[in-house]
């Protein structure tokens, strides 16, 4: 296992949990004609972020605030929902509901 924890220095180490220890092993095992690295760089590619924006990320959280608006649902259900789905506060959430046709 030291061989894997070196050459994963290399790499991000989060890469275990997110396979890279599975295809390790895989590998070790003859169970895979693609390298263990490779297999880990791929990933890895698959993986990567693209940050929005702010004007995006508040277009995007007014587009849910209005959807959540139009809901037949009680008022506090509404601020609940908006909650869970972008994880940002009750304030947040009328303020994109009255300026949320400045984001977009």
Known sequence: MPVLITALSL????CLDKGGLHDY?????GLSATHWENLLETRLRR???TTKTRAERLAEEAN???EIDAMNVPVLEKERLFRER?????????RRLK?????N
């Open 47 to 49: 993986q990567t972020v």
């Open 86 to 94: 972008t994880g940002k506060s009750i304030g947040a959430y009328y």
């Open 99 to 103: 300026n949320g046709h400045l984001a």
């Open 25 to 29: 092993l895989q590998w070790r095992a």
């Open 64 to 66: 849910i605030a209005r």
């Open 11 to 14: 790499h991000d180490k989060s």
